[in-house]
T-cell receptor
Framework: AQTVTQSQPEMSVQEAETVTLSCTYD???????LFWYKQPPSRQMILVIR??????QNATENRFSVNFQKAAKSFSLKISDSQLGDAAMYFC?????????????FGEGTQLTVNP | ETGVTQTPRHLVMGMTNKKSLKCEQH?????MYWYKQSAKKPLELMFV???????ENNSVPSRFSPECPNSSHLFLHLHTLQPEDSALYLC???????????????FGPGTRLTVT
């Protein structure tokens, strides 16, 4: 079974600076998808970025980018020019591309605080 | 309304009560999901419905009973719950529930359930 591990329960960053959130996963599959979701205090889970495992190029969405290291099974999220609105719980998630369905396996989450 | 909505947003119930959680998606999706989010634990997938048929039931106790009358609506009927069932219950939807897992899940804001 796939597992997702986020080793940083809490992180903090100064406004306008850069922070990197870590995620590792364990799988025997070669094709899969990885996601970062953001859950602000409103509890609405919002998709931040996704990465297809077959793509070597790291995904980027505005100030959010990932460092995908397939061999190391690592998928970190970099937030540049951090803003107060980035404060949230961030979840890393894995989805198989080889088994049926769209099951997501989530990590435990990293609580990000942005200091003004 | 747009996206995925959930009602009620907060619910307090006794262990002998019967209540229902409602989820509605306005995205034209064919798959819907119930997740449980407990403190300090990863999100746990409870049920998946695809085209109104239940396709996954992840060893959820029978005191949780899902219902999907059509592709836009999903209910979670609750009866004789335990205090440990207190959690945030999240509903999600995706375009399809297929092998290959290309489709993102969109989440509702959740129902905060407290069992007394």
């Amino acid at each position: 079974a796939q597992t997702v591990t986020q080793s940083q329960p809490e992180m903090s960053v100064q406004e306008a600076e850069t922070v990197t959130l870590s995620c590792t996963y364990d799988t025997s599959e070669s094709d899969y998808y990885l996601f970062w979701y953001k859950q602000p205090p409103s509890r609405q889970m919002i998709l931040v970025i996704r990465q297809e495992a077959y793509k070597q190029q790291n995904a980027t969405e505005n100030r959010f980018s990932v460092n995908f290291q397939k061999a190391a099974k690592s998928f970190s999220l970099k937030i540049s020019d951090s803003q107060l609105g980035d404060a949230a719980m961030y979840f890393c998630a894995y989805r198989s591309s080889e088994t049926s369905g769209s099951r997501l396996t989530f990590g435990e989450g990293t609580q990000l605080t942005v200091n003004p | 309304e747009t996206g995925v909505t959930q009602t009620p947003r907060h619910l307090v119930m006794g262990m002998t009560n019967k209540k229902s959680l409602k989820c509605e998606q306005h995205l034209g999706h064919n798959a819907m999901y119930w997740y449980k989010q407990s403190a300090k634990k990863p999100l746990e997938l409870m049920f998946v419905y695809s085209l109104e048929e239940r396709v996954e039931n992840n060893s959820v106790p029978s005191r949780f009973s899902p219902e999907c009358p059509n592709s836009s609506h999903l209910f979670l009927h609750l009866h004789t719950l335990q205090p440990e069932d207190s959690a945030l219950y999240l509903c999600a939807s995706s375009q399809e529930y297929l092998a290959g897992g290309r489709y993102e899940q969109y989440f509702g804001p959740g129902t905060r359930l407290t069992v007394t």
